[in-house]
């Protein structure tokens, strides 16, 4: 075996000279890998891939997302035709591995954790003709001791750097069953938590000052695993952080206390999922809203209260929309207190109870997976024309993201902070909606 080759396929690229955010999922599994066997992690967001090195004894493992998962392709069939052994996982692969399985030797479904390893040992053993078609966990790994970072990974990466904001993980799992929404397929309904004492030494060890939690909905375990939160905020308020950010939901606003010792422990915004304040969608929510605009932003208010931003997250296009849904969308944000907006299109991505109803009906464009990017089209709704919603999701988000709704967010967020803070938080105060800018931009680059 001559070394491991770890690839994050392109996405976003450098964005003012550095990547978004680092590929903390590549971090932990080349982690995994014994210290005798060489190990490397390429990310295409920060250069070129050097493919034409890889050959016979390289085993390649490619990272994907549905929306990257056609460069991913690329990459694993180039590879393989130059003799490599190659392995893709991910959360498109965890859903629809029968595609992947197409264009790769072994498909990784799930976390990984119990079966990245036992690939390695196949493909030392017997190179290609060792791995498996397909590396399935059959049970959901408890977060204890779990591919703690190497000081070795932590130094290739070189995450200060080299990206905008280290990514982090404190615990992983929702029970919230949004019928869009692919978290609970690929990580599971149990809530599972990392002992905060390895949280700590990880931030500590990679010496990161600011960082943005992977968790799915950490937000709930405010109250769900309230002891939980309030010890971990202990601890962070202990380190010199300039700020956190993590995803999370509406019912956080019910506990004060915990928002305020999260100021304290650093924390700057949730990213909360609202996703609607049409109350006809309740039943896409998952319980976390019941789309009702004054009961939103009542939440905001009483969260922004504590000193905590609230970046809002809304979904457009459910089959109970109508042109009056974007217009009242648009008179509840520019109203709100918002810090941050991010005005997505629903996706039916694989594996959902959403894409099953677009499926079954018919609905589904014919359109690449790159198009998954939560900007584009790719279903036939039910209220508009196709042109219809396209012009009224464009609608939206050119009134959102226009320079004067962007500052004037900003100027509110920057607001929070007082002057002797001010000058470390005017990047992150602006960054949020700019980022979101960008995403609703790829609509139009693709």
């Known amino acids: 075996m001559r070394r491991v080759v770890l690839i994050q396929p392109r996405r976003d690229g450098r964005i003012f000279g550095k990547a978004p955010g680092s590929p903390y999922t590549l971090m932990r599994l080349a982690s995994l890998v014994p210290e005798e066997i060489p190990v490397e992690i390429w990310d295409e967001n920060l250069r070129d891939l050097e493919l034409d090195t890889l050959r016979e004894g390289d085993l390649v493992g490619i990272t994907s997302m549905t929306v990257t998962i056609e460069r991913a392709e690329q990459i694993a069939r180039r590879a393989m035709k130059q003799g490599a052994g190659v392995v893709v996982g991910g959360v498109h692969a965890t859903l629809m591995p ?169 924390l700057d915004k949730h990213f909360i999922g609202f996703e609607s304040i049409n109350p006809d969608n309740r039943s896409s929510l998952g319980g976390k809203s019941k789309g009702k605009a004054d009961q939103t932003r009542e939440a905001i208010r009483a969260i922004r209260k504590t000193g905590v931003g609230v970046v809002g997250l809304f979904v457009m296009g459910f089959d109970s929309d109508t042109p009056e849904t974007f217009q009242a969308m648009w008179d509840f944000i520019r109203t709100s207190e918002l810090d941050s907006v991010s005005t997505t299109m629903l996706t039916p991505y694989p594996g959902t109870p959403f894409r099953e109803v677009v499926e079954r009906e018919g609905r589904l464009l014919d359109v690449p997976w790159s198009h998954y990017d939560t900007a584009h089209l790719t279903f036939i709704p039910k209220n508009f024309t196709v042109e219809e919603l396209r012009a009224a999701y464009d609608w939206l988000c ?49």
Request: charged share 30%.
């Open 398 to 446: 050119r009134k959102i993201y226009s320079p004067y709704q962007i500052a004037r967010r900003g100027l509110r967020s920057l607001g929070r902070y007082p002057l002797s803070k001010a000058g470390k938080k005017i990047f992150g105060s602006f960054s949020t909606d700019y980022g979101y800018r960008r995403t609703y931009a790829y609509r139009n680059a693709l």
């Open 98 to 266: 029968e595609h992947v399985a197409t264009f790769a030797h072994s498909v990784m479904v799930g976390e990984g954790y119990f079966t990245w390893q036992q690939l390695i040992q196949d493909f030392a053993a017997e190179g290609i003709k060792g791995m498996k078609p397909i590396y399935e966990d059959q049970r959901w790994a408890d977060l204890e001791g779990l591919a703690t970072i190497t000081d070795r990974v932590i130094a290739m990466v070189d995450e200060n750097k080299n990206y905008w904001t280290p990514y982090l993980e404190i615990t992983r799992g929702c029970p919230r069953n949004c019928d869009f929404c692919t978290a609970i397929r690929v990580s599971g309904r149990r809530m599972r938590f990392r002992p905060v004492d390895e949280v700590i030494d990880e931030i500590k060890r990679r010496k990161i000052k600011r960082f943005f939690l992977t968790d799915d909905n950490f937000g709930l375990n405010f109250t769900i695993a309230p002891d939980y939160c309030a010890e971990l905020f202990e601890e962070l308020a202990r380190l010199d952080l300039q700020g956190w950010t993590c995803q999370s939901e509406m019912s956080i606003a019910k506990h004060p206390e915990l928002l305020e010792m999260s100021v304290a422990a650093h």
